[in-house]
Nanobody, 126 residues
């Protein structure tokens, strides 16, 4: 699976931004899609995941209520809507894909994902 994320840039604190990630794959709905981020000097951390059927999502506790993951299988695209942005949200954001198995918890560890995009970076200014 080849992934490409879009939507980085510069945003003011309190603003919103939507990232998108497009997958080059035949059956997009066969994959769980996840977002991770890596801030300067920090380890990569889980942000959110969405099931292949789009009826199940999972978020990092610290981001619940501000970030929303969604997908459009007709466009082979997963989105990350980010609201009320804070300077600490500044990072490189990566999308990732893993084969979806119905009934199994959504993956939140980086090692559970097979495919990664190159990342898109944005900065939240204070």
């Amino acid at each position: 699976v080849q992934l490409q994320a879009f939507g980085g840039g510069l945003v003011q604190a309190g603003g919103s931004l939507r990232l998108s990630c497009t997958a080059s794959v035949r059956t997009f709905s066969n994959y769980v899609m996840g977002w991770f981020r890596q801030a300067p000097g920090k380890e990569r951390e889980f942000v959110a995941a969405i099931s292949g059927s789009a009826d199940s999502t999972y978020y990092a506790d610290s981001l619940k209520g501000r970030f929303t993951i969604s997908r459009d299988d007709a466009k082979n695209t997963v989105y990350l809507q980010m609201d009320s942005l804070k300077p600490e949200d500044t990072a490189v954001y990566y999308c990732a894909a893993a084969p979806w198995i119905s009934g199994v918890r959504l993956p939140y560890l980086a090692g559970e994902y097979d495919s990664w995009g190159p990342g898109t970076e944005f900065t939240v200014s204070s």
